[in-house]
């Protein structure tokens, strides 16, 4: 079946030392989405690609980067993480045209 | 992006309809109106999606009133399973800039 796919689902890193959660898509959407959603709120857009463009939202802290190598992955980078980074990080795609994102089951960040 | 606002937290009891109403003041022509549910731990999953008037599919139904400034999705027959938090977004996410802003969301409790 065609989904998002997010490795690891779960990851401990310790405070400082950076850390990479990556994301895959076998849907083939144009448009790929980063989300940070910490406990007992709603997700809050990280940044998103739209093709190879990319997009930051405002408040994004420069601490997150992004990379997509290509149509299918998607990597989020947190250069320093801080023990408010812990939260669980969402993938989602869309396709161009459509309405419907598409999410993945999501990594689950400790900072230790 | 219209904002708006959904009841915090609703409860219920299996085997009843639940109906979830969402107001958006301040929607736009194009902006269309979109359910995610998230259970605990998981992605958010696309519900229904609508214009106007109303909308059904197999999991949900939408309701939009003339004016569009709000919408109600209702549930038929919730069961323990529905319990999770409900999203309503507006927005035309369809472009380059088509993006998700999630409010708060409803939590449904489903109770036996």
């Known amino acids: 079946d065609a989904m998002v796919i997010q490795n690891p689902r779960y990851q401990v890193t310790q405070f400082g030392k950076p850390v990479t959660l990556s994301c895959s898509q076998t849907?083939?959407?144009?448009?790929m989405y980063w989300y940070q959603q910490k406990s007992s709120q709603a997700p809050k857009l990280l940044f998103h690609?739209?093709?190879?463009?990319?997009?930051n939202e405002a408040d994004t802290p420069d601490n997150f980067q992004s990379r997509r190598p290509n149509t299918s992955f998607c990597f989020l980078d947190i250069r320093s993480p801080g023990l408010g980074d812990a939260a669980m990080y969402l993938c989602?795609?869309?396709?161009?045209?459509?309405?419907?994102?598409?999410f993945g089951p999501g990594t689950r960040l400790t900072v230790t | 992006l219209a904002k708006t606002t959904q009841p915090i937290s609703m409860d219920s009891y299996e085997g009843q309809e639940v109906n979830i109403t969402c107001s958006h003041n301040n929607i736009a022509t194009n902006d269309y109106i979109t359910w995610y549910q998230q259970f605990p731990s998981q992605g958010p999953r696309f519900i229904i999606q609508g214009y106007k008037t109303k909308v059904t599919n197999e999991v949900a139904s939408l309701f939009i009133p003339a004016d569009r400034k709000s919408s109600t999705l209702s549930l038929p027959r919730v069961s323990l399973s529905d319990t999770a938090v409900y999203y309503c977004?507006?927005?035309?996410?369809?472009?380059?800039?088509?993006?998700?802003?999630f409010g708060k969301g409803t939590k449904l409790s489903v109770k036996p």
């Open positions: 849907l083939n959407h144009n448009v």
């Open positions: 989602a795609t869309r396709g161009q045209g459509n309405y419907e994102q598409y």
């Open positions: 690609y739209y093709d190879k463009d990319f997009n």
């Open positions: 977004l507006v927005g035309d996410y369809r472009g380059s800039q088509g993006n998700l802003i």
